[in-house]
Every structure is written in structure tokens, then in C-alpha cells.
């Protein structure tokens, strides 16, 4: 159903098709809204609304489609750090809350804990006072660092690199972290993987990472170990991406590693796995990635493996946010209302998070506040579960 649960989401569609058919919106809205979100229709309009929708749309349901579709199952998987690992994380961590305190020092909290109503959580955060403006370039640069320390070393060294030659006041901070880093062997991540994937011989898959270091690292691993791998990527030419695609649909490639620049527009129903190698905190995003297989025209089941490193942040987003509110198995339309009412109107759900955790001085604290963000999206989802109601009532 195309409609995010409001009136003007009708008349917008409509008028779209039948320019003119409900007037002004305005008129529209005094005529129809019973209430000032135009979430509810006043019930003596609401017959005369259904009558003039059914002049130009037909509502059919997915089940009553004939269309077949498949199972999705997740599997995550929590990986134990070696002792190098976890010194390397707890250093990174230190170090971008040393960034943002230098930064944020005066910035009063995002998400007000002494609230006891976790339903007006967006509410709450409006209500801050004498909040300063974000700090939109710091989050921007506190989030590529902490995906590419979830990502590899590699991929961590890499943008360490970046921030040495754009900020040489912090090298005696940096060169220790890089130094950490490069001692790092094969990364127990790359390690799962390639545990999973040999677990499972014979299937294609699409692999999923932020960081185009960590993608070709992973394509080196593969091949390495006798699996067939290509890396999709923005660089590549349209020619060259379509080649690439043409020979994992024919079978001549076992695994395709990309960044989310694959995570729109392609179909590989020929695929039945995608592992999220990087778990990206935007849910949209993991959603589309799914997409890539779990579509019409796919006859099989699929599988979504998740992988991260136990007692990081991603680990806690994976279990508290992800797993709990099942937002793997959620579509994107149910997805996009919980985000779109989650939202703040300075931060996306990527920096949301990383607000709680540059602020959580103790890693209960963390988990205390991803646990109130679960709250406020189970209770959105609740309220939209009542919503497609307002769908029916409206289109059937």
C-alpha cells in the first residue's frame, strides 16, 4: 500500500492520477481531516472518500496476489576479539570520545533519561534546552571512523591515514592506534566468514561491507582459499558492472563483495545468501540489502547471516535494536514509518546512536539507552500495526 498512514498521502497519489479530482489540498484537508495530522477521517466523509478513491485504484493484497514468497531465516553470529582485537577497539573508542567531548563538552544529552515516557522520546529530545547546533561534520567523521574499526584494520588504517593529514595535532594519538592496528593478523571476523561460507559450498552469495579496503581484503581471503570472488563498487564503469553481474548470474562467480553502492537496483534472485559482513545501523539499509535477493521471482529460501564482534557497539545495536523488535523480518514500508517517527530533526538513526554511545561513560549505560530507542520503535510499531487498519478502511 502506498501510503505512510496519512490522509495527504491519499489526496497526493490521487491527484497525481487525477489531477484536480479533491480540489486543493487545503480544501481537502478541511473537508476530510478529523484531526490535524490527518491520521483519522471524519466518519460521515469517509464513504464519500472511499467512493471517489475507487475512481482511480485498485488494491490488491499480497496474498491474494498468487505470487510465491519465500522464507527469509537470520543467523547471527557474536565473534570473540583476540586480546589485540579488543585493545585495539577499547583505543579507538577512547580516542572519538576524545573527539567529540573536545567538541560536545557543553551539549546537554540527546535522549532525556530521566524520563519515565518512553513514548514521547522523540518529544523529550525536542524539548532540550540549550542545545547547540550539531556538529554535523563530526558526527560525519566519528561514524566513518567507528564503521571502519568495525569494518578491519585495514579499512581502520586507512582512514586513520586520512585523519593524520587532515588533523596533525592528533598523531601522537593516531600513530600508536596504527601501530596497533598493522600487528593485527587475519582479523576474526574474516576468519568467521570463511568458517560460514565453507560451511556452505556450492551457494553464491552477496557480501556486504562499508569499507572498499575491507571488500578487497575479503575478495583477496576468498580467492585465496580457492572460492571465486569479484568486488562490485561505485568506481567500476556501468559496462563493467553489468559484466560483473552477467557472470555471477551464469555461475562463473561465487560471491560478490560490495559495498552498499549494490544495495539498490540490482536483482540476484539466482543468489540465496547475504551476509552482512558490516552491519549497518540504518535498518533501511539492511533491509535493501535483502532486497538484492529475498524479491519476486526468487523460489527459495534465503538466509542472512550477521556478523559481529562480541561486546562492541555493533553487537549491542544487533541485539538490542535489531533482534528484538525483529526488524529483519519487517517490510520496508514498516521500516520506513518507524524511522520517519524515530527521526530527530538534527540526527538520522546512525548518529542517534552514536550520540548514546560517545556519551555513555559505562557500557550498561549504552545498552540502558539503546534499550529506550527500542522502546519508542516498538511502540511506533505498535501505532502502525493500528494504522495499516486505517488503510483498510480507507482502500478496501
Known amino acids: 500500500t502506498p501510503l505512510c498512514n496519512k490522509l495527504t498521502d491519499i489526496y497526493s497519489i490521487v491527484d497525481l492520477l487525477y489531477p484536480g479530482i479533491f480540489g486543493t489540498e487545503k480544501s481537502f484537508r478541511n473537508k476530510y481531516f478529523a484531526d490535524k495530522q490527518g491520521r483519522v477521517c471524519r466518519p460521515e466523509m469517509k464513504d464519500e472518500l472511499k467512493k471517489v478513491v475507487s475512481k482511480v485504484m485498485v488494491r490488491t493484497l499480497r496474498k491474494d496476489s498468487g505470487i510465491p514468497f519465500t522464507e527469509r531465516f537470520i543467523y547471527s553470529f557474536r565473534i570473540n576479539s583476540s586480546r589485540e582485537e579488543m585493545l585495539l577497539y577499547d583505543s579507538v573508542i577512547r580516542y572519538m570520545k576524545t573527539i567529540y567531548n573536545a567538541y560536545e563538552n557543553k551539549r546537554t544529552g540527546l535522549i532525556n533519561l530521566r524520563s519515565p515516557n518512553y ?197 549491542y545495536v544487533l541485539k538490542v535494536l535489531f533482534e528484538k523488535i525483529d526488524l529483519f523480518k519487517m517490510t520496508i514500508g514498516g521500516i520506513e514509518s518507524i524511522l520517519s517517527e524515530i527521526r530527530d530533526d538534527d540526527f538520522s538513526v546512525e548518529e542517534t546512536i552514536l550520540d548514546i554511545i560517545m556519551r555513555s561513560s559505562k557500557k550498561r549505560d549504552i545498552e540502558k539507552e539503546l534499550d529506550q530507542l527500542r522502546e519508542s520503535m516498538e511502540y511506533i510499531r505498535e501505532q502502525s500495526m493500528l494504522r495499516e487498519e486505517f488503510s483498510k478502511g480507507i482502500l478496501d
Open 119 to 315: 513514548i514521547n522520546f522523540k518529544d523529550n529530545r525536542a524539548k532540550t534546552i540549550g542545545r547547540p547546533k550539531v556538529n554535523y561534520l563530526l558526527m560525519k567523521e566519528l561514524i566513518t571512523l567507528q564503521q571502519s574499526l568495525a569494518s578491519s584494520p585495514r579499512a581502520l588504517i586507512k582512514s586513520l591515514e586520512n585523519r593524520r593529514e587532515k588533523y596533525p595535532l592528533e598523531i601522537p594519538i593516531i600513530d600508536p592506534i596504527i601501530s596497533l592496528a598493522s600487528d593485527i593478523g587475519t582479523y576474526s571476523k574474516v576468519q568467521k566468514l570463511l568458517e560460514t561460507l565453507n560451511g556452505i559450498p556450492g551457494e553464491q552469495a552477496i557480501i556486504f561491507t562499508l569499507r572498499l579496503e575491507t571488500a578487497y581484503m575479503l575478495c583477496d581471503n576468498l580467492n585465496e582459499n580457492y572460492m571465486t570472488a569479484r568486488v562490485y563498487e561505485g568506481r567500476l564503469s556501468g559496462y563493467e558492472r553489468q559484466a560483473l553481474i552477467d557472470e555471477f548470474r551464469r555461475g562463473k562467480i561465487q560471491y560478490i563483495v560490495a559495498t552498499d553502492t549494490a544495495a539498490e537496483g540490482l536483482n540476484l534472485q539466482n543468489a540465496t545468501i547475504v551476509v552482512n559482513y558490516d552491519l549497518h545501523w540504518n535498518p533501511m539499509k539492511i533491509e535493501q540489502r535483502i532486497g538484492r535477493i529475498h524479491r519476486r521471482g526468487q523460489n527459495k529460501d534465503v538466509n542472512i547471516f550477521n556478523l559481529v564482534m562480541k561486546d562492541t557497539i555493533d553487537d
